[in-house]
């Protein structure tokens, strides 16, 4: 079953890995915290066999700067059907997203926290206070752009 604290991972893929490999692999699912990575070839599976320490490194770093929860292991497996998944992240980059940086003021942080504390469980009021903090910055920033 496909945990959902790992799910960022599985969006993440595309910015992590090579252009040349993006069309050849397709992230399938997360098993008990590792994620599994479907391969056309067996030529493409031994490459990013040798280049999975590294990816594994990015993945992470890129997935809990975005607030996901890191993977324990990425499993290449050959397979002949990739799933057709559209782009969800373009264009390619190793970099924090750029609305990351946008500050809220004051009155909008009352907001969130006003709005947050309506949840009575702590951990998840701390998740929601954390995802409406980051949509806030999101609006902001696409506001801004011409």
Known sequence: ?????????????????????REKTSPQKIADGVLIVGVSSAAFRSQLTLKKALLLEQLNRLVKARGGQPVKDIKFTQTTQLSKRRRLISPPSLDPAPWLDIKLDEQEKREINKLAAKVKEPSLRSKIRYLLLRERQYRKYTQAQP
């Open 1 to 21: 079953m496909q945990q959902i604290p790992y799910k960022m991972a599985l969006l993440m893929w595309d910015e992590v890995v090579e252009e040349k490999f």
